[in-house]
């Protein structure tokens, strides 16, 4: 099969009379297909339209006219893919979709319009009948009303087996040991149902009740008859007029408060459309048994075994909010009947399919699951700017950022900027921020990185490169590593220090260069102690790992081993305690003394403070242990001294880890509260990163991933945040700031890679202002340096004949 450039799949076409002399058991001849929804109609139709000898059974337990739900959403990504490979069922979609470009956001009485999205639906029902006339112009064989036999036995006696049996697939519970699958439940109670006129457009409807919050999702999927006429009511057959899909979700406690959980079928979908009256335009709602119900996220280990494969939303679901579901599944068999194709065995075949689709799939749960999140979570954002409400819910599962927005609806995009305080020709992350006495001229913060390269704790000359070339390369604010205030608080041999004159003298020399060579930037220090994770390794020579002599004794707020083999710490004492705080203190004032502009106490990735703030690593019977209160009193009290000496027009910031993302360690609830209470002692912002704090965690990474964490502290707490983690572009930063999502963004690796990534960022936007300055002796660089030749004759003349 050829691979278009768009990525989509191959071409589906007949064998030839001449076998293939690789086809092998990749090209199995007997297939029987659990499930006959898209993905499983789709994936028999192109098996079979690649080699019309194999023998291809569907078994669906429903009728051919059943279905659930009413439209379905296609990507033109999608949509090419099938195009490129069955031209056939692609001419029969196009003849029935909807298409439109415009999302509406309407919350209190205000509409907000962004254009050119560009979107294609049909109605499920109208799918399944052009999938079913093609399956049988094939020659597939389509079992409906009819329970498949076991999983079991159908391997037996096929060649292959695909399970696209759906949420609730029996198959995959059938393998569950080997499949090994988990299932999520989530907050939202959800109906789908349908209206019998078509939407102008996507609609997002918020509904303010005396319950709690609701919000619709709507979406035309029919067009009107040809004969219709708009100004009449709906009296004929569903679609006459058109149809929309009509999705109604509220929080779990939202619907029982407002009793639908008392309500039968029909009385739920008369509420639904008095509620939504305005957006329905007074008509009424439909069903197709439809029923409350929570998504479940569902992810398998493996979507393979032997001969018997998962696809769709048997292998996979992501929230109906990006409109993924029979996307992926189409996706799903596309790429399923490649690698039969391509690959000389069936085991190769099904692991490439893995190995193709498993990465696609999950960023899609990514954004899905952020998207998700966002809905559950409405309710903070409520209180926002109208557009900036706007801008926000279209840029919730980070596929749909600032730049493509802008490039979609420019117009949209300007007045978001405008409400935000943008001046023309401003990006957001070149808007200042103020904390106390200090103006950051843009919201870039060159993150805390350690270096593991001082000599008895003293920053030398790397260090004032290191943090001198960040600091002329744009940022707002530049901080340094993890400083440590004693000789026993530091990670390994390599970590600067605050515990000596010397060291002090050495970082005065560092921020005096950052002040006379680059005005306009700050320089922040971050103060901590590495608690339980200490006397180790550099990190290129084993991160984490003991040092092979000369180690230092630990201490911590319970003697807990960071892992298997790391040193046990002891037990701090209250005498201990109080010897610790006036090292912070006197940390502190030495960090004032050597001019800093910022203070950052570390309470995150599992270091001393953060230790104390876990209940994975705080299991302390005495006044600093137990309740959440408890456990925030050292490091409060650490907090209360250090502010004591820091100069009162400085801000300080506080960095910790919102999860441990480990069963039984801080929640986001706890995050919120220990936000909240560093706030409440002074605290100007919170730094808001994650994990970091037991060995054994299980991080959910992907692209701005603790932003989330963040977003809710900002919103909960309402104090200034500081987002960290997985952001790399400007683009990126510009999204979370205009969303509201986060009021800095700390970016590392990417100053590693670049050290004048902002300066970058600011010529890759064409912007020139005072959020930004090139260092004089750079101005010459300050536009992208061409590449290639650009004076090539252009082609003037075409002759004819």
Partial sequence: MSVPPSGARGTARPATTQPHPQHGTSHPLRVAIIGGGPGGLYAAALLKCLHPSRDITVWERNAPDDTFGFGVVLSDETLGGIEHADPVVYEALQQHFVRWDDIDIVHGGTQHTSGGHGFAALGRKRLLEILHDRCRTLGVELRFRTEAPRPTSLADTHDLVIAADGVHSSTREAYAHIFRPQAAAHRCRYIWLATDFPFDAFRFEIAETEHGVMQLHGYPYARPSPDHHPSTRPSGPPNQFGASTVIVEMREEVWRAAGFDELDEQESINRCAKIFADALRGRPLRSNNSTWTTFRTVVNERWSHNNVVLLGDAAHTAHFSIGSGTKLAVEDALALAACLEEQPSLQRALAAYEEERKPVVASTQRAARASLEWFENLELYLGRPSRQFAF?????????????????????????????????????????????????????????????????????????????????????????????????????????????????????????????????????????????????????????????????????????????????????????????????????????????????????????????LSPLTNQRTDSYGGSLAKRLRFPLEVFDAVRGVWPEEKPMTVRISATDWAAGGTTAEEAVEIARAFAAHGADAIDVSTGQVVADERPEFGRSYQTPYADRIRHEAGIPVIAVGAISSWDDVNSLILAGRTDLCALGRPHLYDPHWTLHAAAEQGYEGPGVAWPAPYRAGSRRPRTGRTDAPKPRLTLGG
């Fill in 392 to 612: 926000n819910l279209l840029t919730r599962s980070r596929r749909v950022t600032h730049d493509n927005l802008r490039l979609r609806d420019a117009h949209f995009t300007e007045a978001v900027e405008r409400e935000f305080g943008c001046p023309p020709g401003t990006p957001p992350m070149f808007t200042p921020f103020r904390m106390r006495g200090l103006i950051l001229r843009n919201r870039v913060v060159v993150s805390p990185m350690d270096m593991y390269s001082a000599t008895d704790g003293v920053p030398g000359d790397f260090h004032l490169v290191h943090l001198g070339a960040r600091a002329l390369g744009g940022a707002g604010l530049v901080m340094t590593e993890m400083v440590c205030i004693s000789p026993e608080g530091r990670i390994t041999p390599g970590c600067t220090g605050l515990y000596t004159g010397k060291q002090a003298e050495a970082w005065k020399r560092i921020t005096e260069f950052v002040h006379t060579q680059a005005p306009g930037t700050a320089i922040g220090v971050q103060l901590g102690h590495c608690g339980r994770k200490g006397s180790t390794r550099l990190m290129w020579e084993g991160i984490d790992e003991p040092l092979p002599d000369g180690n230092w004794p630990l201490v911590a707020a319970s003697p807990l081993p960071y892992k298997p083999g790391s040193q046990t710490p002891r037990q701090l004492s209250r005498a201990q305690l109080t010897d610790l705080r006036e090292q912070f203190t006197a940390a502190a004032w030495r960090a004032a003394r050597a001019g800093f502009d910022l203070l950052e106490l570390h309470c995150a990735h599992g270091y001393l403070l953060s230790g104390f």
